[in-house]
């Protein structure tokens, strides 16, 4: 999990301004392009990552592969200027890199006795992982973006050493008895109430988690904090996450899938009302460390709970399609909509543009509220494991 995370949160925080950089200076299209690639990689995941590389590959040796190529596409990322060059670098790399998401957890899994217990504790690594590559990375790089190649670069070397790490992970064998249209019958699910309405959720869930990571920097710079703190105050909720990683068993154990999941939404709620109602900088400290506090009661929750009630011959499917909602759709709609949301809120007088935040940050606290309304009177997990 440290692995997995070091490698995507060296360079992730640092790409949006690398692309419209002196050195890139691509185009608005151009950087959508680049953009879209890890969302349109978590759709195509749930085909390959979740059907043919799970019943064909080991899963440790699939992540070895993997990790391999797509550190050798990182190379070609810090080498290349050109528009071309760097989409199918970027597009490799997303490709090769996405799936991995999914059969990490798959290995977690399959080596853990008690998920309930272990995988929040597990899953930390992760944690610590983006923490530490995003927070050095941004202090010494933030302030000159061509020197922000140099992070792809870090993430290949880290890359290489995950695929030989990976030859040592429990042994995970290919899962030869799942069914040759595994995603479909995954998809299937979505038929039973209660697996519709999480993943709904899922999507409107991490469609406004999505906003917040584009619109909280430069809502953060607009009450008065200087660009070098931008990232180490987002990353407060990264440090109180580590609470929710530690508790997550015993919350399940007391409260239930249900109210477990209505906790890490609720997060969102304060969240996003205090950007909205309260936009003063400790209350916007208060409002990341709560929301992150609450994070994996959510996130982490949602995946324990599908590798506890679905069949295992379509498991790693399941995982694939939830994935495709944390990754891919939510995001997507959130890009869709967040230019243009973010341009009917802003105004430009005598050459200053200034963003109406507060009427900005209702929208995702509207779609939060309806989000623990759907788990609260729509889902109904069954109580025995299916």
Same mark, same amino acid.
């Given at each position: 999990?440290?692995?997995?995370?070091?490698?995507?949160?060296?360079?992730?925080?640092?790409?949006?301004?690398?692309?419209?950089?002196?050195?890139?200076?691509?185009?608005?299209?151009?950087?959508?392009?680049?953009?879209?690639?890890?969302?349109?990689?978590?759709?195509?995941?749930?085909?390959?990552?979740?059907?043919?590389?799970?019943?064909?590959?080991?899963?440790?040796?699939?992540?070895?592969?993997?990790?391999?190529?797509?550190?050798?596409?990182?190379?070609?990322?810090?080498?290349?200027?050109?528009?071309?060059?760097?989409?199918?670098?970027?597009?490799?790399?997303?490709?090769?890199?996405?799936?991995?998401?999914?059969?990490?957890?798959?290995?977690?899994?399959?080596?853990?006795?008690?998920?309930?217990?272990?995988?929040?504790?597990?899953?930390?690594?992760?944690?610590?992982?983006?923490?530490?590559?995003?927070?050095?990375?941004?202090?010494?790089?933030?302030?000159?973006?061509?020197?922000?190649?140099?992070?792809? +670069?870090? $993430?290949?070397? !880290?890359? @290489? #050493?995950?695929?030989?790490?990976?030859? &040592? *992970?429990?042994?995970?064998?290919?899962?030869?008895?799942?069914?040759?249209?595994?995603?479909?019958?995954?998809?299937?699910?979505?038929?039973?109430?209660?697996?519709?309405?999480?993943?709904?959720?899922?999507?409107?869930?991490?469609?406004?988690?999505?906003?917040?990571?584009?619109?909280?920097?430069?809502?953060?710079?607009?009450?008065?904090?200087?660009?070098?703190?931008?990232?180490?105050?987002?990353?407060?909720?990264?440090?109180?996450?580590?609470?929710? +990683?530690? $508790?997550?068993? !015993?919350? @399940? #154990?007391?409260?239930?899938?249900?109210? &477990? *999941?209505?906790?890490?939404?609720?997060?969102?709620?304060?969240?996003?009302?205090?950007?909205?109602?309260?936009?003063?900088?400790?209350?916007?400290?208060?409002?990341?460390?709560?929301?992150?506090?609450?994070?994996?009661?959510?996130?982490?929750?949602?995946?324990?709970?599908?590798?506890?009630?679905?069949?295992?011959?379509?498991?790693?499917?399941?995982?694939?399609?939830?994935?495709?909602?944390?990754?891919?759709?939510?995001?997507?709609?959130?890009?869709?909509?967040?230019?243009?949301?973010?341009?009917?809120?802003?105004?430009?007088?005598?050459?200053?543009?200034?963003?109406?935040?507060?009427?900005?940050?209702?929208?995702?606290?509207?779609?939060?509220?309806?989000?623990?309304?759907?788990?609260?009177?729509?889902?109904?997990?069954?109580?025995?494991?299916?």
């Amino acid at each position: 999990m440290f692995f997995q995370y070091f490698i995507w949160g060296v360079w992730l925080p640092l790409l949006f301004g690398y692309l419209g950089s002196e050195g890139l200076n691509f185009s608005g299209t151009q950087q959508t392009l680049v953009l879209i690639s890890f969302p349109v990689s978590a759709l195509l995941s749930v085909f390959f990552g979740n059907q043919f590389a799970d019943r064909n590959f080991d899963a440790e040796k699939f992540l070895a592969a993997s990790h391999f190529l797509s550190g050798l596409a990182m190379v070609g990322l810090y080498c290349s200027t050109s528009f071309g060059a760097f989409l199918f670098f970027m597009w490799a790399h997303a490709i090769l890199f996405v799936p991995t998401l999914s059969v990490a957890n798959s290995v977690l899994f399959a080596a853990m006795r008690n998920p309930k217990l272990e995988y929040g504790r597990v899953r930390l690594g992760g944690t610590f992982g983006w923490m530490s590559a995003s927070w050095p990375m941004f202090f010494l790089l933030s302030d000159d973006p061509m020197a922000v190649r140099n992070t792809f +670069m870090i $993430a290949a070397i !880290a890359s @290489l #050493a995950f695929a030989a790490f990976s030859l &040592t *992970l429990p042994h995970t064998p290919a899962n030869r008895s799942a069914k040759a249209m595994a995603w479909w019958q995954a998809i299937r699910t979505l038929a039973l109430p209660f697996i519709f309405v999480l993943w709904i959720v899922t999507m409107l869930d991490s469609s406004i988690h999505d906003l917040y990571f584009l619109w909280a920097g430069s809502f953060i710079a607009s009450i008065g904090v200087d660009a070098k703190w931008i990232m180490p105050i987002m990353s407060i909720g990264q440090l109180a996450e580590i609470a929710s +990683m530690f $508790a997550i068993g !015993a919350v @399940l #154990a007391k409260f239930g899938w249900k109210w &477990t *999941l209505i906790i890490g939404i609720s997060g969102q709620v304060v969240r996003f009302a205090i950007f909205a109602f309260f936009p003063q900088l400790p209350m916007v400290i208060l409002g990341i460390a709560f929301h992150g506090m609450f994070y994996a009661f959510y996130f982490a929750t949602v995946f324990i709970f599908v590798d506890e009630f679905l069949p295992k011959e379509i498991r790693a499917s399941a995982h694939g399609i939830f994935n495709f909602m944390l990754l891919g759709g939510g995001p997507i709609i959130s890009r869709l909509i967040a230019p243009y949301l973010f341009q009917q809120h802003s105004a430009t007088i005598a050459g200053v543009t200034t963003v109406d935040f507060s009427s900005l940050f209702i929208y995702p606290l509207i779609v939060s509220i309806a989000a623990v309304l759907l788990l609260l009177f729509a889902f109904r997990p069954p109580v025995h494991n299916s």
